[in-house]
């Protein structure tokens, strides 16, 4: 009794703090299916693109994912308060997209910087894999 | 028995004197520099993407302002869960330069009209006459950036430690 709590809590606990990008990419996918009918899949080339996309902020300036991730994700970026940003892809850290409360915090903060708006799980699949496909 | 009193009268009065003068100094109370203070969210949250700033730079008003707008936070969204909000607030509250008897945080509280409520510890008046020395093209060095990275010139910031003696201006 009392271990099959202990495993019950190991599993919730799981679930809550660590997942995998690819349990990421899952959860993605069934909201975007649910935001569009026509969803047929991830892809890393819109990632890519999404990833160096410039637009014009309100605000006058240009801004990307780059403008502070670097347009390498395999480098440090930097935040405009000169804080160093670990990399974004997983081959050099592995840390990210593990934790999806972490990673729906700074979509949740960085789409509407960038894009003035929030993301679509679209775009939000699409940024993961082509982050996770960076070798 | 009255010997004892005296003793005991003694003794408390050295551990007082004592423990004030580790402090740092009469009257002010707390010392020149900020105390440590710790909070795991406030440490997690507040320098992800900028220097942790010690509560003890701005007054409670000035924090609440600062928190209850943090979607729109000195041009970018820093928006936290409300319970991580709320918790960072009382946090910085509790801790904040109207709260403390340190005397820097006294002095920056000092400087502030009672009238104004600053989120930038840059415009306070106490700020301003510590840094007149110092020309706007320094504080725009690639090492240092802006006037609100204090952790470029003062290596003890992040602990609330802005002596004199710890200040290093980077070329």
Redesign the interface.
Known sequence: MRSSFVILGLLYSINVFAATPQALLKEYEVQAKQENSAFSGFSSDRGASFFRMERMHSDGKKVSCSTCHTADPRNQGKTRANKLIEPMAPIVNPQRFTDAAKVEKWFGRNCKDVLERACTAQEKGDYIQYLVNVK | MKNWMQFLVLITSITAAGSLLASGGMGEGGGSQMPPVSNVKWKAEC?????LYHPGLLPEKSWNKLMTGL?HHF?????LDTVTRDEITKFLALNSADKQDNRRSSRINQSIPANATPVRISETRYFLSKHDELPASTFKRKSI?SA??CI?CHKGAENGNFSESQIRVPR
């Not at chain 2, 320098?47 to 220097?51: I, L, P, R, T």
């Open positions: 320098s992800s993407c900028h220097m979607d041009g970018e969204n820093a928006s950036g609100s990275n470029a």
